[in-house]
């Protein structure tokens, strides 16, 4: 997958790259990733990319030659057919099953904006769709973009160490994740579960499942009142 970026800050994305599973795609060129910078694109010789909003008010707005020169040059790198997504609190919100729709591009550019935002006329003219990691306010779209690209690398084939760790991620069909346990069997009286100890792989798998139903029963139960459940998974539930 190929996911350019048009921002002010292309080092906040240093981050993706000092480890991890985002790192490691990287490396294995499973994801490619690329920056444009408005400012290169400015016409004038302060490189100022933003500019006052008509009609008065506070804050500065993003001027619509410096970003549309940007996307239009970083898609002449990624091709035409590229997906362009603006990250903004108005966007749609992300979840699981909005990242997966994303995994399919092969070629995304996001856009992450700065200042009270960009002027509406690349929106209207430039973006495909609006994103909004959450409904807060952030200081610009960078951290937003950096998330969607995190979510959309657990998809990406390969990237993850174990072939089911994705389908496995809390959210997956819908369901939070099953508690994890590691070494040591017992700490401080407290134990791990009988079940993950017996190697009976059935009996793990339906005790997960449970798990995972439980939790999301307890603490997100909005979730399950869009899920339509298996019968044996109400019987779970029930148990
Ligand atoms: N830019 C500023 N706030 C944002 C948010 N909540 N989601 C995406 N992009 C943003």
């Excluded at 069997?185 to 793990?204: F, K, M, R, T």
């Excluded at 439980?214 to 899920?227: A, E, Y």
Aim: hydrophobic share 40%; with cysteine; aromatic share 8%.
């Amino acid at each position: 997958m190929q996911i350019g970026v048009i921002t002010l800050f292309p080092e906040m994305f240093n981050a993706l790259t000092c480890g991890g599973i985002t790192a490691r795609a990287v490396q294995n060129g499973l994801l490619r990733l690329s920056y444009w910078n408005p400012r290169d694109f400015a016409d004038n010789k302060h490189r100022h990319v933003d500019d006052r909003p008509y009609g008065g008010g506070p804050g500065m707005v993003m001027q619509v030659y410096p970003l549309r020169t940007a996307i239009q040059t970083a898609k002449q790198t990624l091709g035409e057919n590229t997906r362009v997504l603006y990250l903004s609190p108005q966007g749609r919100r992300l979840d699981q099953t909005g990242v997966a729709y994303l995994s399919q591009f092969p070629h995304l550019l996001l856009v992450a904006g700065r200042y009270e935002g960009i002027d509406e006329r690349v929106i209207e003219h430039d973006i495909d769709e609006e994103w909004s990691i959450g409904d807060y306010v952030l200081s610009g779209g960078e951290l937003a973009a950096m998330v969607l690209i995190d979510a959309l690398t657990r998809w990406l084939p390969g990237a993850l160490g174990h072939a089911d760790s994705a389908s496995e991620d809390s959210f997956y069909a819908g369901l939070l994740d099953c508690p994890h346990y590691t070494r040591p069997e017992v700490i401080d009286a407290q134990s791990v579960p009988a079940v993950l100890l017996n190697g009976n792989h059935a009996d793990i798998a339906r005790w997960r499942h449970k798990q995972a139903l439980g939790r999301t029963w307890l603490k997100r139960p909005d979730l399950l009142i869009n899920l339509n459940l298996q019968p044996e998974q109400q019987a779970l539930l029930n148990e």
